[in-house]
């Protein structure tokens, strides 16, 4: 099935994608060059918005110092990815979440730092962090998704609640919005395990990685917040076993459930269903420490190491991705609804400019936060599972993140040692 870049943000900014390597599309790498012009290869994983895939290939056709060639792929897009760098046959410029701390300590990837120079500032912290190691950036960001929570104003006021400002203050609203028919909150039909991720630990003032790269959470404020997500499922106000998961808007524009956590993606789909009868949150802060917390996600172009135009893949990937502003807009906005990775673009881009939209974009810039490059799948599957049993089965939140904080200080203190 296609692969939506809603997923990039599933379980707090990780991409799982599953199944076996897939066949190559066609025997031609575009490695070789058949004419007077280099021949690039750049694969694309399948995007599940129509008109993404032949938006790329006009990108493509319009660069005139190389011959690039797309190979738009299907399938477990990250393992053919990581197989492929192994080989002679792989890509030259390849989309990819991340690069992953694997493929930079392995000398996989290309540095990139020299193609933003001067434009640095334009990208937001949140989104270049998790490409940036050892004070080199390895990716150029291309698209920003988000998630967010939608309310119905409507349902509110009829129950006379504002919309929450604190993580207390959403488990007693949501509470207080649940009757026979509508349910007070919508995180997912797993309870919000899935989908939420570190934001709960940010919103605490907290962190999943800290700058030095050691575990940000080991604090008794962890367990208080997790603590307050068990009572959303323990009081029963949560929505579970809705006919479609989070990233669907359904549950919220049915009525089923007066506020949504969700990506930015529904927002025309809500807007349409709903007209002005909504507002947008970022995840509500906790505690005194507390801040406002918004989950950031963005796919990025890379450059094999292994490619025998490196200079000619980085040039590609300057004008594409940095040079070409009318693409980049064009590639946020036109097949789906995401955020320029430039914070200039976003800025001036009409679709965002008011409403939703517009408030989006500043809970974006001001709250954004991104998975940390140092944060393995050994970690992540850890605190999941924990927040599982927390949630759903009502362990004891500190004594479930005790176990994650072990496993996370050896999986830091392995990758510290190799970097």
């Known amino acids: 099935m296609p692969i939506s870049r809603r997923r990039l943000l599933t379980a707090g900014g990780g991409l799982a994608l599953t199944g076996g390597l897939a066949v190559a599309c066609g025997s031609n790498?575009?490695?070789?060059?058949?004419?007077?012009?280099?021949?690039?290869?750049?694969?694309?994983?399948?995007?599940?918005?129509?008109?993404?895939?032949?938006?790329?290939?006009?990108?493509?056709?319009?660069?005139?110092?190389?011959?690039?060639?797309?190979?738009?792929?299907?399938?477990?897009?990250?393992?053919?990815?990581?197989?492929?760098?192994?080989?002679?046959?792989?890509?030259?410029?390849?989309?990819?979440?991340?690069?992953?701390?694997?493929?930079?300590?392995?000398?996989?990837?290309?540095?990139?730092?020299?193609?933003?120079?001067?434009?640095?500032?334009?990208?937001?912290?949140?989104?270049?962090?998790?490409?940036?190691?050892?004070?080199?950036?390895?990716?150029?960001?291309?698209?920003?998704?988000?998630?967010?929570?939608?309310?119905?104003?409507?349902?509110?006021?009829?129950?006379?609640?504002?919309?929450?400002?604190?993580l207390d203050e959403l488990v007693d609203t949501a509470k207080r919005l649940t009757d026979s028919k509508v349910k007070g909150l919508f995180l997912g039909n797993d309870g919000g395990s899935g989908v939420l991720g570190g934001t709960p630990l940010y919103a605490a003032g907290l962190s999943l990685v800290t700058d030095d790269g050691r575990v940000g959470f080991d604090d008794p404020a962890a367990a208080r917040t997790l603590g307050k997500l068990r009572r959303l499922y323990a009081d029963k106000s949560l929505l579970l076993g809705a006919p479609t998961d989070w990233s669907d808007p359904s549950a919220l524009v049915q009525g089923l459930t007066a506020m949504q956590w969700s990506g930015l993606w529904t927002l025309p789909?809500?807007?349409?269903?709903?007209?002005?009868?909504?507002?947008?949150?970022?995840?509500?802060?906790?505690?005194?420490?507390?801040?406002?917390?918004?989950?950031?996600?963005?796919?990025?172009?890379?450059?094999?190491?292994?490619?025998?135009?490196?200079?000619?893949?980085?040039?590609?990937?300057?004008?594409?991705?940095?040079?070409?502003?009318?693409?980049?807009e064009d590639f946020a906005l036109s097949y789906g609804f995401h955020i320029p990775a430039r914070i200039s673009l976003a800025a001036k881009a009409t679709r965002l400019k008011e409403g939703a939209a517009a408030e989006v974009v500043r809970f974006t810039t001001d709250h954004g936060y991104a998975q940390p490059l140092l944060w393995t799948v050994a970690c992540q599957t850890a605190y999941q599972d924990a927040l599982n049993r927390?949630?759903?089965?009502?362990?004891?939140?500190?004594?479930?993140?005790?176990?994650?904080?072990?496993?996370?200080?050896?999986?830091?203190?392995?990758?510290?040692k190799r970097s």
């Open 29 to 166: 790498t575009g490695r070789d060059d058949g004419g007077s012009r280099t021949r690039l290869s750049h694969w694309y994983h399948q995007y599940g918005e129509a008109g993404t895939e032949r938006a790329v290939r006009r990108y493509a056709a319009a660069y005139r110092p190389a011959d690039v060639r797309i190979q738009w792929r299907p399938g477990a897009y990250d393992q053919q990815t990581a197989a492929a760098l192994l080989t002679d046959s792989g890509p030259d410029v390849f989309e990819v979440n991340g690069p992953t701390l694997d493929q930079i300590q392995g000398g996989q990837v290309v540095d990139l730092t020299d193609l933003l120079k001067g434009v640095e500032s334009d990208f937001p912290k949140a989104v270049i962090a998790p490409k940036t190691y050892d004070g080199r950036v390895w990716g150029v960001p291309q698209v920003v998704d988000t998630q967010l929570l939608y309310y119905r104003k409507s349902l509110l006021e009829k129950a006379g609640a504002r919309p929450p400002r604190s």
């Open 390 to 416: 927390v949630i759903k089965g009502g362990a004891d939140p500190a004594a479930e993140l005790r176990a994650v904080v072990r496993t996370a200080d050896t999986e830091l203190r392995r990758v510290r």
């Open 269 to 328: 789909q809500v807007k349409k269903a709903l007209g002005d009868d909504f507002g947008v949150l970022p995840f509500p802060a906790d505690g005194p420490s507390g801040r406002p917390a918004v989950p950031v996600g963005a796919y990025g172009a890379a450059v094999s190491a292994r490619s025998r135009h490196r200079d000619a893949a980085k040039a590609y990937v300057k004008w594409l991705w940095v040079d070409r502003t009318d693409h980049q």
